[in-house]
């Protein structure tokens, strides 16, 4: 495949833009966050939300939240293929949004939305033409929850840069929504658990900056535009729980995926087809546990087809309410654009959180992937680490300082290989 080449192509300029941000909010931006900050530290709430009736209640809620990222403008690439500045800057968030919760005993719905403007102040680096409106919209609804018989939706729709495509670089935004729904039974009394499931699925990428980063080999796709990468999925699935203790269950699940892209000549088609076993919960009242293992095929139309086992161990200890901590590994095969069709990931985890004087959060995350991509000889790695500490300050308000390590090291090397630093302060308020 032309993965190296992909890695030294230099990306054409891009002849528009997603957004075009007010330079002059740009420039009033430290303005902005210090009235935001102000604004979160001194509410007060009078009650937990606005009721609407007997079983609804509307919760407001906002955040600000200033981000360093070290690669903030790693959109921008010079002739050699790096950036012709250094791409750290500032970046500031406004988050307003709702979350509505009704608790009926027969129909009962839950959901939240926001929009998210990000602000590229342009204090660092040249990064204003990245600024761009973020959306997150999720909604569940059941139907007789508790009844033999129940019905649940699902709906989910969120805009951002952060892609979960590992076969990307940074710089590209993705619309991403999911429509789901699922049918379970609990014959006798509820020890056994059945279900079946449908989701449809899209995925749309678009253009952010000049010189967004792209693995795409394809002409149409040179890192000015990932259209070749729209895709469609109908996901159909099984699942099964027996819990021979009230906490612990053995567990069944099966999937099968339809993934269709909008330029099927750029992309390996796969029809990925996932089987589980195994069994989670508690072992003793502060240990738990996941074991399972698994089948996974990739069924691709084109090249190299996946055919393996996949795994997952987990172990958690959780010795008091204040403290939890859980270490694991997996490995799982994901469907993904490009000539790559899909890639096995190979993963290690571990997190921890405590709870300090009854206001002071910590809590810490770490990851290593080892990501083998089909049909070529691209392997990656991604060791990250996320670290946090959040203070309730007052009633309703909470104020979150933390940082995310990422490095990045690709066999194709060049923009695929790279260290991140993201350090952020945000301060949110809930009524």
């Known amino acids: 495949m032309g993965g190296a080449a992909d890695a030294r192509r230099q990306p054409a300029r891009a002849r528009e833009r997603v957004l075009r941000p007010r330079r002059a909010l740009a420039r009033g931006s430290a303005l902005l966050l210090a009235a935001a900050l102000l604004a979160a530290a001194r509410a007060q709430a009078d009650g937990p939300g606005l009721a609407l009736g007997e079983s609804e209640r509307l919760h407001l809620f906002f955040e600000s939240e200033l981000r360093y990222d070290s690669l903030a403008g790693q959109g921008g690439i010079g002739q050699t293929g790096t950036p012709v500045y250094n791409p750290g800057d500032f970046i500031l968030h406004v988050r307003p949004g709702a979350r509505f919760l009704e608790t009926g005993t027969i129909v009962s719905f839950t959901g939240s939305a926001n929009i998210d403007y990000v602000d590229y102040t342009g204090w660092l680096a040249p990064t204003h033409d990245l600024s761009y409106l973020g959306v997150a919209v999720q909604g569940v609804l059941d139907v007789a929850k508790s009844g033999p018989y129940s019905l649940s939706a699902t709906e989910s729709f969120t805009r951002s840069d952060h892609t979960s495509n590992p076969s990307l670089g940074i710089g590209s935004i993705t619309d991403a929504n999911d429509l789901g729904a699922r049918f379970s039974t609990r014959p006798g ?165 405590v709870q300090l004087f009854g206001r002071l959060q910590l809590a810490a995350d770490g990851s290593f992937d080892d990501i083998l991509f089909g049909n070529s000889a691209r392997a990656d790695t991604q060791l990250q680490f996320d670290g946090s500490a959040s203070m309730e300050l007052a009633r309703y308000v909470r104020l979150t300082a933390g940082c995310v390590l990422t490095r990045r090291d690709s066999s194709l090397g060049g923009v695929f290989s790279y260290q991140r630093a993201e350090i952020y302060l945000r301060a949110g308020f809930t009524y």
Request: glycine share 10%; hydrophobic share 40%.
């Open 189 to 353: 009394g509820g020890a056994v658990e059945a279900g079946l499931a449908y989701n449809f699925g899209l995925e749309a990428y678009e253009l952010h900056a000049d010189g967004n980063l792209s693995s795409c080999s394809d002409p149409g796709c040179t890192g000015t535009d990932f259209s070749a990468f729209n895709s469609t999925t109908h996901r159909f699935a099984a699942d099964a729980r027996w819990r021979f203790f009230p906490k612990t269950a053995l567990l069944f699940d099966a999937a099968f995926e339809l993934r269709n892209y909008s330029d099927a000549s750029a992309n390996v088609r796969t029809r990925p087809l996932l089987l589980e076993t195994g069994i989670a919960g508690l072992i003793t009242e502060k240990i738990r546990a996941a074991v399972k293992i698994g089948y996974a095929n990739s069924f691709a139309q084109e090249g190299d087809a996946f055919s393996g086992p996949t795994a997952q161990l987990e172990a958690g200890w959780d010795p008091s309410e204040t403290f939890s901590a859980t270490l694991g590994a997996a490995r799982a095969l994901q469907p993904v654009s490009g000539t790559y069709g899909w890639y096995d990931d190979w993963r290690a985890y571990a997190s921890a959180k």
